[in-house]
Structures are given as C-alpha cells and as structure tokens.
Nanobody
C-alpha cells in the first residue's frame, strides 16, 4: 500500500508559477510510474503528466506541454510538478498517483494509488 500526500497548491495570477510536490510512503517508490492528474469543477479527471521509474521518460498532456515539468527524486520518494505560465484554465484540484503497471502512462485506470489532491487556482 502506497500513501501519497500532495502539497504546494494555492492561488496565483495568470502567467505565474507554482510547484507541487507529492511525498510517498509505503511500498517501493522507485518501482512505480508516477503521474499527475487534475479535475476541474464539473469535469472529469484528466491526465496532466507522467514519469517513468528512473525519470528517463516523461509524458505530458498537450494542454500543458512546454509549460509544466514533471520530475522525481527516488531517494526522497517524492514527485514534483513545476507549473509555469499558468492560465485560468489550469484551475483544478491536482492529484498525484502511482502506477505499478507496465502498460500505459496516461490512462487513468492504470493508476492504483491516489493522493487527496491539492487545489490550484489561477486568477485572470
């Protein structure tokens, strides 16, 4: 069982930056693919970014590519999401999740363990 706790959300003006962190405990962090998802009010949860076990491969949703960066530190059992040039449409609750599988990085059904989420609000 893996427990995930996100932090770093908050309120920022459009064009600003935020950095999210997700600390993991339990399980073997380095064996999980890690991902970030988000859910805006009235919308389905959607993929944002994912990273492979050692961090050598990363994947991004088109809407955030070139603005967001996912990274991980296996020694600290933490995954990060650096968000730059934020837009009002980035407003959502952001979740980190752990994927023990070997298939898709981007499909939500592959992610077994989830954090509680952290609110990100971008004002215009």
């Amino acid at each position: 069982q893996v427990q995930l706790v996100e932090s770093g959300g908050g309120l920022v003006q459009a064009g600003g930056s935020l950095s999210l962190s997700c600390g993991a405990s339990g399980g073997t962090f380095s064996t999980y693919r890690m991902g970030w998802f988000r859910q805006a009010p009235g919308k389905e949860r959607e993929f944002v970014a994912a990273i492979s076990w050692a961090g050598g491969r990363t994947y991004y949703a088109k809407s955030v590519k070139d603005r967001f960066t996912i990274s991980r530190d296996n020694a600290k059992t933490t995954v990060y999401l650096q968000m730059n040039t934020l837009k009002p449409e980035d407003t959502a609750v952001y979740f980190c999740a752990a994927n023990p599988g070997l298939e898709s990085f981007t499909e939500i059904r592959q992610y077994v363990y989830w954090g509680q989420g952290t609110q990100v609000t971008v004002s215009s």
